[in-house]
């Protein structure tokens, strides 16, 4: 059985899907007795649904679900920060509390000018957490304990894996992994789609496409052999892998995984304000 949370309350702002996602792992792993885990979730229907399902505290006042908390999440969207994150919430949180935020292209310095003083942990995860396969990059801050650390360490490691990361790296790991599930889905429904023009029938079609990333990501994570060298195992020589391969550089596939990654990285800086 997983160990439990060394935390008598935990707060959550913000419980869409991400919020949900790591609530579920907790719960799911029992990592925490779940009234214990408290929701600022605005919408009463949705604090009632993340209640009714997951046993957790769900509330509209963020003020009731961050008084007393150990640690608070901050799960809303980016663009939230300066209408939700000020005034009475701020001044509700208690002195010691560990602030981890999940949002993307928030920075650390930005956080810590809201709660003053507080340690803050910035981490980017990713969807599939919420079937236990996330990957979570961590970054602390100054000043954080060890002990807090260990503390997100449990938290996302139970639905996935954690990578501890400097803050200056996050924007490059969300590039990478917290955007990457968005690019994959893209190529899953293309090798679906083209299965579909070979004659396939589409529910097997999207099977054998999802299947066969899964089965390959697990291939290099569980060999540790580098990716060339896996593929080329598959590539006979003046076999077929190799002329769909010579077809997917034709089409650019690698040059386009560049300009997603970059044009990530410029969308970071925009939302941050810094372009
Ligand atoms: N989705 C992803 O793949 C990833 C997202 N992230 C980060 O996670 C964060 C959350 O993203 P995600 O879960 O996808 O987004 P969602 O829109 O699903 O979740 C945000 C939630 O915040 C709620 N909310 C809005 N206003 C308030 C408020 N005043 N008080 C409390 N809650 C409020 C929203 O409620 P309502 O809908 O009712 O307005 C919604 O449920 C973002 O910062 C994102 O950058 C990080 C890694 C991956
Ligand atoms: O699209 C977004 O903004 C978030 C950040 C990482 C993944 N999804």
Redesign the pocket.
Known sequence: MAEKLNLKKLAF????????AIIKGITGAKLMDPAAVYV????QE?ADYLHETYGVTGLVD?CEAVRDADMIVL????Q?VD??LRGALVSAVPGKAVILS?????TIEKISGIFKGHPVIRT????PLAVGAGMTAIAPGNGVSEEAVKTAEQIFGCCGETLRIQEKDIEAV?AVS??G??YVYVMIDALADAGVMAGLPRAAAIKLAAQTFAGSGKMVLETGKHPAVLRDMVTSPGGTTIAGIKALENGAVRGAMYNAVQAVLNRSEELKGNK
């Open positions: 702002i913000g419980g869409g899907a991400m919020g949900e600022g979730a605005h919408r949705r963020n799960a809303i969207k980016p939230m209408s939700v999940i949002m993307g292209s928030v980017m995860p990713n969807t969300t917290g955007c599930p968005g």
